[in-house]
């Protein structure tokens, strides 16, 4: 159930909490729905991801940044474990040196 939350410059801003099990698809309707409805900016966080709609977004539009910053986040995670294990191996690599 979404509920009103806090006043930023002027404007009013909802956030939505998805229930657990609810598909993106669904989460982004729903947002998209309320920001259209009540003409203003829906908040909501999805698996990790803080999202905002406002009432000039589509569906379509929310869920195309949901799985662009999605995409940003696994990257980063590939990156930080790629850099993980070549420090692992430099630090075998000094360790059989000694």
């Given at each position: 159930?979404?509920?009103?939350k806090f006043?930023?410059?002027?404007?009013?801003?909802?956030?939505?909490?998805?229930?657990?099990g609810?598909?993106?698809?669904?989460?982004?309707?729903?947002?998209?729905l309320?920001?259209?409805?009540?003409?203003v900016?829906?908040?909501?966080?999805?698996?990790?991801?803080?999202?905002?709609v406002?009432?000039?977004?589509?569906?379509?539009?929310?869920?195309?940044?949901?799985?662009n910053?999605?995409?940003?986040?696994?990257?980063?995670?590939r990156?930080?474990e790629?850099?993980a294990?070549?420090?692992?191996?430099?630090?075998?690599?000094?360790?059989?040196?000694?």
């Amino acid at each position: 159930m979404p509920c009103i939350k806090f006043q930023v410059c002027g404007k009013w801003s909802i956030t939505l909490k998805p229930l657990p099990g609810t598909h993106i698809e669904k989460a982004c309707v729903d947002a998209v729905l309320l920001a259209t409805t009540l003409c203003v900016n829906v908040k909501f966080r999805f698996n990790g991801i803080d999202m905002e709609v406002d009432p000039r977004d589509s569906s379509g539009s929310a869920m195309s940044r949901y799985d662009n910053l999605i995409s940003a986040a696994q990257e980063k995670y590939r990156r930080e474990e790629e850099a993980a294990k070549t420090v692992d191996i430099a630090d075998a690599f000094c360790w059989n040196a000694r």
